[in-house]
């Protein structure tokens, strides 16, 4: 038989350069990543092959030096201590354009240009001025399209959810998901009224907010918030907290949802009844308010469940995915949450799904736990969403139990 005691050091030994090394290139990611989303695609667009007369070279190299520039000095001002609306204006419509920019400059250029040393066919000065102008042009289309998509009403997603210990006098509750919307610089009120007037045409028993209403303090976005106020159910309006909330003092969120005639769910449950049966609405802290400092709040799941009747099912709102493990080892039926946005701007999507177990749409953890992830009402920072459409979700839930229809 091996001695493993006398190896496992050896390999701790091993794997310790390799950890220090990805520990140092994460710490100087936010120093690399702006410079390579605007190095790239300056080096694509203007240097491999393009042979512009110097004065376009000069201008486009000067034009995304600028860029390099101004985009983290826009973002420290206007999302660190200064909370300068107008500096993270231009800083997010910088990162938003940068990181479309270096995108496709990273698949129609670099790609292209191999797909056509690959065929043989080589590259011409036309060819890689054609390259450079097809990247600036499906930039533009998919900022402008994105700008519009991030700007407009969410559609309504509608699906129906059959959880099997739903009793048949709940069957067909409607139930309303918003989330992560995100008031912030950009001044979103009139936006927020019609998002309300939208969920209100549902009729929904249930509204669910879960998260990240804003970014920025409730005094700072109250009037965009306020419409929320309107919002009408015929059951019940409950919220969590998102992990924004935790930048922008949570507790001034958590009392204005108050005011406003929410219910704020932290780590505690509401009980639903209706034609005889009970369903379980249950909700927890983001799973970052436990180091936001604040006295009482943390993710915590007994406590929302403590008292409730463990036969009963349970509506479980939690503001991340990830916080799915916890539920399905504690027999939730039905976590809703958000946090992804659906990864906003694609292939940001690649990312979020190192960090959540679901991206968006209904998946299944452990022998009974559903979990329904939004891609977000709202949008955070760049202006744009590019193949992740905002929603506004009706689940309509089912009942084994419910009788059929002649």
């Known amino acids: 038989m091996t001695d493993t005691s006398s190896t496992r050091p050896a390999e701790g030994d ?22 390579l989303l605007w190095a790239v695609p300056c080096w694509v667009l203007l240097y491999t092959g393009q042979d512009w007369p ?12 600028l860029g390099l520039l101004c985009m983290p000095f826009a973002m420290a001002r206007g999302h660190g201590r200064r909370q300068q609306d107008r500096a993270a204006i231009i800083g997010d419509i910088l990162l938003g354009t940068s990181w479309v920019l270096f995108t496709w400059s990273v698949l129609v250029g670099v790609l292209g240009r ?5 065929s043989g066919a080589g590259e011409s000065q036309d060819q890689a001025r054609i390259v450079t102008w097809a990247v600036l042009g ?3 289309v998919l900022l402008a399209w994105g700008h519009a998509e991030a700007r407009r009403v969410p559609r309504v997603r509608r699906l129906d959810v059959r959880l099997p210990r739903l009793g048949a006098g709940l069957d067909g509750l409607r139930v309303v998901l918003i989330t992560d919307t995100h008031y912030g610089p950009l ?8 998002v309300c007037e939208t969920v209100n045409a549902l009729e929904a028993d249930v509204v669910c907010h879960t998260g990240d209403i804003a970014d920025g303090t409730a005094g700072r976005r109250r009037a965009q918030a306020v419409p929320l106020g309107t919002v009408r159910a015929t059951r019940a309006r409950v919220y969590v907290t998102g992990n924004h909330e935790y930048y922008s003092e949570a507790q001034g969120w958590v009392d204005l949802m108050d005011e ?12 639903l009844e209706r ?8 909700g927890v802290d983001d799973v970052t308010a436990g180091s936001s400092g604040l006295p009482g709040h943390r993710a915590h799941l007994a406590g929302a469940l403590d008292g409730a009747d463990p036969d009963l099912p349970v509506l479980l709102l939690a503001h991340q995915p990830k916080f799915v493990d916890r539920a399905a080892a504690a027999g939730i039926d039905l976590q809703l949450s958000g946090h992804t946005h659906g990864g906003q701007i694609w292939p940001f999507h690649h990312l979020v799904r190192l960090d959540q177990p679901a991206l968006a749409g209904l998946s299944h953890h452990g022998p009974r736990t559903l979990l329904y992830t939004s891609r977000g009402t709202g949008f955070w920072g760049p202006p744009f969403r590019v193949f992740a459409p905002s929603e506004i979700t009706l689940l309509v839930l089912r009942s084994p139990h419910r009788p059929t229809s002649p």
């Open 54 to 65: 110097l004065p376009v070279t000069s201008a486009g190299t000067a034009l995304f030096a």
């Open 138 to 140: 499906v930039t533009a």
């Open 260 to 271: 406003l005639g929410w219910e704020p769910l932290r780590n505690r449950h509401v009980l």
């Open 14 to 35: 091993a794997r310790a350069p390799r950890r220090s090394r990805m520990h140092r290139l994460l710490r100087h990611l936010p120093l690399i990543a702006p410079f």
């Open 114 to 118: 191999v797909a056509l040393a690959v």
């Open 187 to 194: 001044d979103r009120a009139r936006w927020s009224a019609r």
């Open 275 to 282: 034609g005889g049966d009970t369903l379980v609405v249950a």
